[in-house]
Nanobody
Framework: QVQLVESGGGSVQAGGSLRLSCAAS????????MAWFRQAPGKEREGVAA????????YYADSVKGRFTLSQDNAKNTLYLQMNTLRPEDTALYYC?????????????????WGQGTQVTVSS
């Protein structure tokens, strides 16, 4: 049973924009912490943006601050990641994740629910 489904990835030129979506269902619902991670070929998975879904401001990795914006639509059980001014180094498989709580926001081992990922490719 799929509980997190990402969509919105694609191929764009540097400077372009994409909007990723993460639809939650089943056990992934009602999890207060949600986040976006990404993994490029040959590199470790890294946190991109995270949110306490019951309130507060999103937290962003330094590499994406000012360019990426995380938001949520509780009525649709969906998390979004608006990505602007994309760079080639943003190329990666992007994952949506959820957890009950506790630990650092970008500690991937603390997240219990994961989507299959959506590919983002940025060319020069």
């Amino acid at each position: 049973q799929v509980q997190l489904v990402e969509s919105g990835g694609g191929s764009v030129q540097a400077g372009g924009s994409l909007r990723l979506s993460c639809a939650a269902s089943g056990d992934a619902l009602r999890r207060p912490f949600m986040a976006w991670f990404r993994q490029a070929p040959g590199k470790e998975r890294e946190g991109v943006a995270a949110l306490y879904t019951y309130g507060g401001n999103p937290y962003y990795a330094d590499s994406v601050k000012g360019r990426f914006t995380l938001s949520q639509d509780n009525a649709k059980n969906t998390l979004y990641l608006q990505m602007n001014t994309l760079r080639p180094e943003d190329t990666a498989l992007y994952y949506c994740a959820a957890r009950r709580g506790g630990g650092a926001l970008f500690d991937d081992v603390t997240y219990n629910y994961w989507g299959q990922g959506t590919q983002v490719t940025v060319s020069s």
